[in-house]
């Protein structure tokens, strides 16, 4: 079972920023937060991860919480093309273990 | 283009049929796996290879086969499957310790 809990869809308008919350309050302490996403119908994209502190990358911002209970990913300027599902996972960094997937949140950018 | 790559992209057949899918990646990682993703549901884990081994059979029915020659190539044999089989199927590879990188699936059809 997935270990993360999310919002079943957020709407954003086009050009502002999209905050999509994750809540996983189980995370141990050697789990990090993935984030994903799937475009209708194809594969599912890595976004971003971090263990406990804020990550950048050119697709998205990560910020986890203190006590590392939830965490934000942030799109900051959203396009129509980042309407999609949004998958956070929390996973162990070592050793190829899968991902086990949720329901997500379904991202709709809007002009 | 994520370096994964899977074929056909589509494969309608009926239930009497033997059919295999293909995954390759191009990427040099040592581990590959396959979900499913039925309509309306999350991503399934199926199969998990490490290092060409099959270190993961998540009760998937027997008349899902894997094979992973190499650690490039994936493979998944199918033969009398049933309507309910018809679903999105999605190979993965990560090296140890990276992110998982998706193939963009293959749509199955059962009649």
């Known amino acids: 079972d997935a270990k993360t809990t999310q919002p079943p869809s957020m709407d954003c308008a086009e050009g502002r920023a999209a905050n999509l919350p994750c809540n996983h309050s189980?995370?141990?302490?050697?789990?990090?937060v993935y984030w994903y996403r799937q475009i209708h119908s194809q594969g599912p994209q890595y976004i971003i991860h971090g263990l406990k502190n804020n990550e950048t990358n050119e697709m998205a911002s990560l910020i986890i919480t203190e006590d590392r209970k939830s965490s934000t990913l942030i799109l900051p300027h959203a396009t129509l093309r980042d309407t999609a599902v949004y998958y956070c996972?929390?996973?162990?960094?070592?050793?190829?273990?899968?991902?086990?997937f949720g329901k997500g949140t379904r991202l709709s950018v809007i002009a | 283009e994520t370096g994964v790559t899977q074929t056909p992209r589509h494969l309608v057949m009926g239930m009497t049929n033997k059919k295999s899918l293909k995954c390759e990646q191009h990427?040099?990682?040592?581990?590959m796996y396959w979900y499913k993703q039925s309509a309306k549901k999350p991503l399934e884990l199926m199969f998990v290879y490490n290092f060409k081994e099959q270190t993961e059979n998540n009760s998937v029915p027997s008349r899902f086969s894997p094979e992973c020659p190499n650690s490039s190539h994936l493979f998944l044999h199918l033969h009398t499957l049933q309507p309910e089989d018809s679903a999105l199927y999605l190979c993965a590879s990560s090296q140890e310790r990276g992110e998982q990188f998706f193939g963009p699936g293959t749509r199955l059809t059962v009649l």
């Open positions: 189980t995370i141990s302490g050697n789990e990090y």
């Open positions: 996972i929390v996973r162990e960094r070592w050793g190829n273990t899968p991902l086990v």
């Open positions: 990427l040099g990682h040592n581990a």
